[in-house]
């Protein structure tokens, strides 16, 4: 199983950003998606995380800013980024834990994508 995120950038504070991780393989269910984020000196942390049915937890410092959301039917989550801040910089990590994959439901956990930038300047 393989995770590509894309959909970074460089945006002006109370801009916009919609990242996006593709899952690929032979998936047949993933239990949890979720968002990470690490900025230069800081440890890596939770954004938001998404479970197969729905709920969702985000982090205090998202919490009403960030949605996060994703397509079963794609193996995709998505992450939008609203009301952006300069400290909502960082290089942000998709992950996927949990994950049945066919043709005999064998699990995989804890698969990391590459990272995406995302920075917040004017």
């Known amino acids: 199983v393989l995770l590509q995120a894309s959909g970074g950038g460089l945006v002006q504070p109370g801009g916009s950003l919609r990242l996006s991780c593709a899952a690929t393989g032979s998936i047949f269910s993933i239990n949890v998606m979720a968002w990470y984020r690490q900025a230069p000196g800081k440890q890596r942390e939770l954004v938001a995380a998404?479970?197969?049915?729905?709920?969702?937890n985000y982090a205090d410092s998202v919490k009403g800013r960030f949605t996060i959301s994703r397509d079963n039917a794609k193996n995709t989550v998505y992450l939008q980024m609203n009301s952006l801040k300069p400290e909502d910089t960082a290089v942000y990590y998709c992950n996927a834990d949990r994950i049945a994959t066919m043709p005999k439901l064998k699990y995989e956990y804890d698969i990391w994508g590459q990272g995406t930038q995302v920075t917040v300047s004017s």
């Open positions: 998404i479970h197969e049915g729905g709920s969702t």
